[in-house]
């Protein structure tokens, strides 16, 4: 099971994606320079944080002509699953990959702290094991992650269940106090219609160790895993 | 020849850099300030002019100068 780690040139969460994915039973992952054009060998792709192009822009809007994005596009199209941890939940979203977009914090202040998350979903391709309800603790560190769509997409998103995690308190309560950034309807991470490319803000990436204050991040990656074995066992039946 | 590109938030999408040079010129004394939004001006110099420049600015203007879902633009040749 071979993940690719996209590297833009100004990523700084890739090594953490790395590490992290690489710290897990029967998971791999390799960094894909952003000027390649291939992704043979892969089984999923990771998007990390960071400041891609320096944020020059907006945040994901050069990366997102990267010559390999053509190629995580095709993936994402072809039913490969796509994970983009804040900045590349921005270029998800420059895409077109995913809906809406991300805007500077309400407060106009980076963020950087420990969140807690509450699954939306019964179940989706990046959160086996986590039942709706579910609260997951995670890091946030954005300048940029006030999540925006306008009313006709957020309805969709609502209706078909795209809406994975919202920003909640210690009661799963989605209060205006545990929105860090002032995102629409505390949305913290969003999955396309298909449910095979996710976006979130957090990151699973730093919250793979308990030593390090969490590792529900881990049940990310894994939950990866799971549904790719699970696809090639039906494929294979 | 030259473009200029103005790219502005739209009026739905949040505007917190706006909202807070609104309030520091209020706080100094300009009480007239209503609201204040905050976009991006572009200045592109063009070695020449041809039949489909405008319209392939226009198209670079949607794909990469401005997101369509939080931004609009406005595009002046001259």
């Known amino acids: 099971m071979k993940f690719a780690v996209i590297q833009f040139p100004g990523s700084n969460c890739d090594q953490d994606c790395l590490r992290a994915i690489n710290g897990l039973d029967g998971l791999r992952a390799e960094y894909v320079w952003h000027k390649a054009t291939s992704l043979a060998g892969f089984d999923a792709v990771v998007l990390p944080g960071g400041f891609a192009y320096g944020d020059y822009l907006r945040c994901g809007a050069i990366a997102r002509f990267s010559p390999i994005m053509n190629e995580v596009v095709r993936a994402a199209k072809e039913g490969w699953l796509v994970l983009g941890t804040c900045n590349g939940f921005q270029v998800l979203c420059e895409a077109g990959l995913l809906p809406g977009a991300l805007v500077r914090n309400r407060g106009l202040r980076f963020v950087c702290d420990m969140v807690r998350l509450r699954i939306e979903v019964p179940d989706s391709a990046f959160t086996h094991g986590c039942p709706q309800g579910t609260i997951l603790r995670m890091p946030i560190a954005h300048g940029e992650g006030c999540y925006f769509a306008d009313a006709n997409t957020l309805r969709e998103l609502n209706a078909n269940g795209q809406v994975v995690m919202r920003y909640c308190d210690a009661t799963g309560a989605t209060s205006a106090e545990s929105n860090p950034n002032g995102s629409i309807e505390n949305i913290a991470g969003i999955c396309n219609r298909e449910g095979n490319v996710f976006g979130l803000m957090p990151h699973p990436d730093r919250a793979c160790d308990s030593r390090l204050g969490s590792a529900d991040g881990a049940g990310i990656f894994l939950s990866m895993a799971e549904t790719i074995l699970a696809g090639r066992a039906k494929a294979a039946a | ?78």
């Open chain 2, 1 to 78: 020849m030259k473009a200029k590109v103005v790219v502005m938030p739209k009026a739905a999408v949040l505007d917190p850099q706006g909202a807070a040079v609104r309030e520091a010129m209020q706080h100094l004394g300009m009480g007239e300030v209503k609201n204040v939004r905050i976009g991006k001006y572009l200045e592109i110099d063009l070695e020449r002019d041809g039949a489909d420049v405008e319209a392939r600015l226009h198209q670079l203007c949607r794909d990469l100068l401005s997101n369509p879902v939080i931004e609009d633009y406005q595009l002046v040749k001259e």
